[in-house]
C-alpha cells in the first residue's frame, strides 16, 4: 500500500476517496531510558532509547492507518500528517498518524 504526505500522486489517478483513516500508538518509557536520557541531555548527544520508542510508535500509529485504509478498500493513504507529543508527565510518547484512504488507479 502507498503512504504519502502527498496530495496527488504522479502518474496515479484517484479515482475514489474512502474517507480519513488515523493510527495511534502511546509507549511508555521506562525509568532506566529517562535516567540516561537525563544524562545524555547534560552531556549532549542523542538519546537512542527514545528514538528507538519513537520509531517504534510510528511504526505502530502507521500500521494502524493502514489497516483501516485496507478495511475500506484502498490501496492508498495521501495527505498523511505525523503528529508527536508527550503524554502524562512526559513519560510516555504518542505518535498519531492521518491520512485519507483513496483508491488509486
Sequence with gaps: MLITTTNTVEGKRVVKYLGLVSGEAILGANI???????IRDIVGGRSEAYERELQK??????????LQAQELGGNAVIAVDLD????????????SAAGTAVVLE
Design 32 to 38: 532506566f531510558k529517562d535516567i540516561f536520557a537525563g
Design 57 to 66: 510508535a510510528k511504526t505502530i500509529a502507521l500500521q494502524e492507518m493502514q
Design 84 to 95: 508527536y507529543e508527550t503524554v502524562g508527565s512526559g513519560s510516555m510518547l504518542m505518535v
